[in-house]
């Protein structure tokens, strides 16, 4: 599986971003596509997550009720609308899939960063 992620930039606080991630290859095997991110100098942590052939998602706490993933299966892609975004949202975005219902990832897409001024 081979991930493409876009759709970062620079926004003012209290805006949104769309982020996307376009999945291709042996897509038929994914159980769920997430978003990581990683901010200069901190380890990357976990955003959120969809299930891909269920409507089951997660989100890491401090982005509960501003982030949305969502996912298009016909086109194999992932979504991350990012709204009432904060200065400590800035980070290097990572989509992500994996085969497995748990635990580790197996695949990842390049970073795409995402630049929050105050």
């Known amino acids: 599986v081979q991930l493409q992620a876009s759709g970062g930039g620079l926004v003012q606080a209290g805006g949104s971003l769309r982020l996307s991630c376009a999945a291709s290859g042996r897509t038929s095997s994914m159980d769920r596509m997430g978003w990581f991110r990683q901010a200069p100098g901190k380890d990357r942590e976990f955003v959120a997550s969809?299930?891909?052939?269920?409507?089951?998602?997660l989100y890491a706490d401090s982005v509960k009720g501003r982030f949305t993933i969502s996912r298009d299966n016909a086109n194999n892609t992932v979504y991350l609308q990012m709204n009432s975004l904060k200065p400590e949202d800035t980070a290097v975005y990572y989509c992500?899939?994996?085969?497995?219902?748990?635990?580790?990832?197996?695949?990842w897409g390049q970073g795409t960063q995402v630049t929050v001024s105050s």
């Open positions: 969809i299930k891909w052939t269920r409507t089951v998602t």
């Open positions: 992500a899939a994996s085969d497995r219902k748990y635990g580790a990832y197996d695949y």
